[in-house]
Every structure is written in C-alpha cells, then in structure tokens.
C-alpha cells in the first residue's frame, strides 16, 4: 500500500463547475500538506500548502486538512479550461528532514 | 529571469550508454533535487544536496550518480546500471529558510532509451 493514495482520474467537469480532489495518507506524522498543479510536459508548480490540520483559501482555491481521518482535499471554484491539468497532493514529515512524499496524481479536464 | 533551468528538454539513448542530465539555477537555494516521475506513480525521489559538495541518496539512487560542486549546479548522470531509465526527470531546489521546504521545479527532461 501507498503512503499517499490519489484517484489518478481522469476527471471531467463542466466549466464552472466545482472540482473536488483528495489524498488520503497513511502516517500520522506529516505536518506539511501541499498541493502542486502540473501542465502537460512541465514541471509542478506549488498551489498552496497547509501546516497541520484546517482550511486555507486562496482565490477561486480552497485546500481542508483533516488529520483525524488522514484525509486532504483541494476545492477548485468556477472551474475554468486553463484549470485542466494533473494535480498532485505532497507531504512531509518536519521530524524526518521534510522530506516530500507525492501521491500519483489526478489528472483534472474542465470542459468549456 | 530567475529559475531552473533543465537540459535537454528531450533526450534519447541507447541501451548501455551514459547520459548527464544538466540543471542549473539562479534562485541562491541551498538545497536540490532529483525527481523521476512515471505515470501514475507519482514522483520518487533519486537523490538530493542541501550544501555544495554533499549529496544524498533518495529512495531510488540505484543506477544514477551526481555531484554538486557549485551551488548553482547539480546534474545527474543516468548510468547504463539504470534497468528502466525512460521516464520524466525533474530537478527541483528549496530554500532552507522555509519551514515547509516548498519545491520549485525546473520543467524537465524526457529521457527515452531506444
């Protein structure tokens, strides 16, 4: 088993439409929650991330953590076509050097 | 412009031969990275460097060898021990000042062995 587990899709919305993804992990440890979002033949690049449990919001963004149930979620409002990539959830461990494990990825289309 | 810079963006080879993989960057980040990314697998990491003249093995070194002799720089070398090297690399730097040891990525090198 994984120790970060992500539905690799693909998953299809309609413009405008909410986009709902989640991680579910395995060590309780991880303090550093964060999201990358990647375009086709390119590097990730950082969304937002989160330290321990709660919400953070940034724009049309909205990343939850809940470390009870070992679960993360990012909230992607008024989806746009430029939205469409693959979005990978990453976390770490401040004890063990920070070092960053990556779930798979889900690959997200929004369609106009 | 600051960043990484990764070359080539493609690269092919032949079974048996070494290739080096270039990543420069102009961030002044202390630490770098090496990351191979497969389908569905998420990126794993191959080996990484906080100060110059110091590396580390990642979860999967064997078959590539680096070396960081300025800060600026820290290529990879894809060496014929590497059973399965088509894959995407990424390199990736962080600043040691930041609690969340945040990742930016360069855009990657496509290596394709024939």
């Known amino acids: 088993q994984k120790e970060v587990e992500q539905d690799p899709g693909p998953l299809s919305v309609p413009e405008g439409a909410i986009v709902s993804l989640n991680c579910t992990y395995s060590?309780?440890?991880?303090?550093?929650f964060m999201w990358y979002r990647q375009y086709s033949r390119k590097g990730p690049e950082l969304l937002m991330y989160?330290?321990?449990?709660g919400n953070k919001e940034d724009g049309r963004f909205t990343a939850q953590v809940d470390k009870s149930s070992k679960y993360i979620s990012l909230f992607i409002r008024d989806s746009q076509p430029s939205d469409s990539a693959t979005y990978l959830c990453a976390m770490s461990e401040v004890a063990a050097g920070n070092k960053l494990t990556f779930g798979g990825g889900t690959r997200v289309l929004v369609k106009p | 412009d600051g960043g990484i810079t990764q070359s080539p963006k493609y690269l092919f080879r032949k079974e048996g031969q070494n290739v080096t993989l270039s990543c420069e960057q102009n961030?002044?980040?202390?630490?770098m990275y090496w990351y191979r990314q497969d389908p569905g697998q998420g990126l794993r990491l191959i080996y990484y460097?906080?100060?110059?003249?110091?590396?580390q093995k990642g979860d999967i070194a064997e078959g590539y060898s680096v070396s960081r002799e300025k800060k600026e720089s820290f290529p990879l070398t894809v060496t014929s021990a590497q059973k399965n090297p088509t894959a995407f690399y990424l390199c990736a730097t962080s600043d040691a000042r930041s609690g969340a040891n945040v990742l930016t990525f360069g855009a990657g090198s496509r290596l394709t062995v024939l």
């Open positions: 060590n309780s440890a991880f303090q550093y």
């Open positions: 460097s906080q100060i110059v003249n110091d590396f």
């Open positions: 989160t330290y321990s449990s």
């Open positions: 961030l002044n980040h202390d630490a």
